[in-house]
């Protein structure tokens, strides 16, 4: 028999299971994608139950490594990183944006924590989630929470998050001179967030082969018009820029007329490249391959991984010593060895299988702010032996979810 701890919301854990039907799942589905779209990926059967204490701990985690990042040491140490052939004129103080990835586990007290996984300076499915979350609470009506849920930091709720992904991804500027910018937008798996950000915020995506150049200003066609851009949401993944190389009429090394949400050096710059410049209990022991002295002893308990991967790509989950040879000595700085993380199999399924969850912890900076502040999250569930789809190829209640705790808390 399975028993249900009581950090994780026990009784809304019991109580959803017990509601929990293959007609529910499949109404859950059709009513998110009838305001997104077809999901591309897998939607998960239930949202992570976790108490507030857990919540303002991990947010409060985010809040103190951004803190850490932006001091001028370690912020200098970063800025070596971005690669000449995209640095990017007119870098700001700090990111717009900026998200951290938690293993959920037991930490030494007993109670559920974090410890972080990733992190990158790069847009994450904001507004997405925003409509997940809402379509959840929607549907659940759960005893203990007559107000319903939302997956928001103290202080905000729908209205409040819905204004300020508004300002952060506006940045002052009418909807139709901000544009949604990335590689072949219909295309991609996260269509369904770029769908739900045009809906929240006005802004559009638009391919980089779609933009316009004239000088130092940037154009769009809309309609037979030309539309000046004057802000971009960067959604571009640069290997993905790399491989395809798409033909452009603007470089992103180019001295634009432009604002950026957020400005693409903080994609390298704030990445898995500063793990091993932070101190915090948070972080896992990390170590660049170009400074390892030799091969751990108990190396089955370290992840090797490229420092600007996206979506896991190149990640080695348990590595050997041949592995770590293999790395060229002129890559070796692009490759970090990191302590692996014990995560808590602690939502249970109506079944009583044990799922593992990642919290990305989703932050802006708003008007007036000095540094990107938590503010919501999105979730990731894996009965596999890492997060990624091929882990979890065939499984139930795994992919994508959301922490929710009851709006009065």
């Known amino acids: ?37 077809p999901v591309p990926y897998r939607l998960a059967e239930s949202p992570l139950f976790i108490p507030p204490a857990t919540r303002d701990r991990i947010f409060r985690y985010t809040a103190e490594i951004i803190s850490q990042l932006a001091e001028p040491e370690r912020l200098a140490r970063a800025r070596t990183v971005v690669p000449a052939e995209f640095d990017v004129p007119r870098q700001d103080d700090a990111p717009d944006v900026m998200t951290v990835d938690f293993a959920v586990v037991r930490g030494e007290d007993g109670e559920l924590d974090g410890r972080v996984v990733e992190l990158q300076a790069f847009p994450s499915l904001f507004a997405f989630t925003m409509i997940q979350a809402r379509v959840f609470d929607e549907m659940m009506k759960l005893p203990g929470a007559s107000q319903g849920f939302h997956c928001f930091a103290r202080g905000h709720d729908f209205d409040s998050a819905h204004a300020l992904l508004r300002r952060a991804l506006l940045g002052g500027h009418r909807p139709e001179e901000v544009v949604l910018l990335e590689i072949e937008p219909r295309q991609q798996k996260t269509l369904p967030d770029f769908v ?36 971009i949401f960067n959604r571009v993944v640069f290997d993905e820029l790399q491989r395809k190389n798409p033909p452009m009429a603007f ?66 989950v348990d590595p050997t010593a041949e592995d770590l040879a293999q790395v060229p000595a002129e890559q070796r700085e692009g490759w970090i060895l990191q302590r692996k993380i014990d995560y808590a199999r602690e939502l249970w399924t109506p079944e009583g299988n044990g799922v593992a969850a990642e919290i990305r912890v989703l932050c802006l900076r708003d008007e007036g702010q000095r540094l990107p502040q938590p503010f919501m999250n999105l979730v990731r569930l894996s009965r596999g032996k890492m997060l990624g789809v091929d882990f979890n190829k065939g499984l139930d209640w795994v992919g994508s979810s959301v922490a929710l705790w009851p709006k009065a808390e």
């Open 196 to 231: 739900a950000t045009q809906a929240l915020t006005g802004v559009e995506p638009v391919c980089v082969t779609e933009v316009l150049r004239e000088g130092r200003q940037l154009f769009r066609m809309k309609d037979g018009r030309r539309l000046p851009i004057r802000r």
């Open 251 to 316: 470089k992103f090394t180019d001295d634009l007329d432009v604002s950026w949400c957020p400005h693409p050096n903080w994609y390298w710059m704030w990445s898995k490249f500063s793990l091993p410049l932070l101190d915090h209990p948070a972080v896992p022991k990390a170590t660049p391959l170009s400074r390892l002295q030799e091969v751990p002893a108990d190396l089955e308990r370290y992840v090797l991984k490229p420092l600007f991967s996206y979506a896991g790509a190149g990640v080695k």
């Open 1 to 37: 028999m399975v028993t249900f701890r009581s950090q994780m919301h026990a009784a809304f854990r019991r109580a959803y299971n017990q509601r929990f039907s293959a007609e529910y799942y499949e109404q859950y589905r059709s009513r998110l994608q009838a305001e997104v779209g």
